[in-house]
């Protein structure tokens, strides 16, 4: 079955204790994304991929770290996680240029204290 | 100003009538513009997306882009308990970076 998959799907953390989660996807695509989403502001990007090593910033980089060493993988690195990253987190991929037709994980629910 | 505006809802409509979401952009860049529908507890997935200006349709769903106005629509014809859901507009200028509006929840009573 063609999905994007993420671990942990709950997690409840304190600040700054680092933590990593995983974002894995199984149809070839060379598109990948991370958002977040929060009530009233709707998903907004955090990083992107194109490919295999080449990232870039998206709209709240600010906290978060990724890399993408392998096709299928994108994990979303939070160094010193604060309060307001406590979000519901999203991984997408796609398989078209610009990023249309994203398919999207079934999101981590991520609580800071 | 946010580059996307959408009305967060929410909307309730009576099964069987024709729904209208809509959004407005600022970005003059936008090229491609999609509509998500995301139930609760899940992730987005896609409904459909459009390049430029035009129409589109699939089966109840028509999307339509007026770039010229900034405003992008999408009806559902014959709305159903099951369309209830929070419905996101998105739109991207052809590189990897995409903007999403904040989404319109939608009730469709039986």
Redesign the interface.
Known sequence: EAQVTQNPRYLITVTGKKLTVTCSQNMNHEYMSWYRQDPGLGLRQIYYSMNVEVTDKGDVPEGYKVSRKEKRNFPLILESPSPNQTSLYFCASSGLAGGREQFFGPGTRLTVL | QKEVE?D?GPLSVPEGAIVSLNCTYSNSAF??F?W?RQYS??????LM?TYSSGNKEDGRFTAQVDKSSKYISLFIRDSQPSDSATY?C?M????????????TRLFVKA
């Open positions: 959408q967060p090229q491609y999609m998500y507890r899940k992730g987005p997935e896609l997306y996101l998105a991207t200028g052809g590189g990897f970076k995409t903007i999403f509006g904040a989404g």
